[in-house]
């Protein structure tokens, strides 16, 4: 059974930085993209960032580009979001999301499984 577990999310001030953790167990993931999502109250889910397991290509969005940086430690199979220069738009739940490439990687409907989600909160 694919588990993905999200863990470093929190309270910091404008300007701060967190790094997101997610732990992936349950299969192989060398065929697999992984992605970061989030979604603020009110707001649609939208795509952070996402990196091929293997290879290590990475994506991200033009919100946070030269501000995230997505990586995976493949020893662990973890996956990292090491978010830097924080603002409180950045506030939302942020999902780790896995899916079989070739997908499209910027679209939530192409990943197969997700994580519950860890908080991020970012005060001004």
């Known amino acids: 059974q694919v588990q993905l577990v999200e863990s470093g999310g929190g309270l910091v001030q404008a300007g701060g930085f967190l790094r997101l953790s997610c732990a992936a167990s349950?299969?192989?993931?060398?065929?697999?993209?992984m992605g970061w999502f989030r979604q603020a109250p009110g707001k649609e889910r939208e795509f952070v960032a996402a990196?091929?397991?293997?290879?290590?290509?990475?994506y991200y969005a033009d919100s946070v580009k030269g501000r995230f940086t997505i990586s995976r430690d493949i020893l662990q199979n973890t996956v990292y979001l090491q978010m830097n220069s924080l603002k409180p738009e950045d506030t939302a739940l942020y999902y780790c999301?896995?899916?079989?490439?070739?997908?499209?990687?910027?679209?939530?409907?192409?990943?197969?499984?997700w994580g519950r989600g860890t908080q991020v909160t970012v005060s001004s």
């Open positions: 990196i091929i397991w293997s290879g290590g290509s990475t």
């Open positions: 999301a896995a899916g079989r490439v070739p997908l499209a990687v910027r679209a939530g409907s192409s990943y197969d499984y």
């Open positions: 349950g299969r192989t993931f060398s065929r697999y993209a």
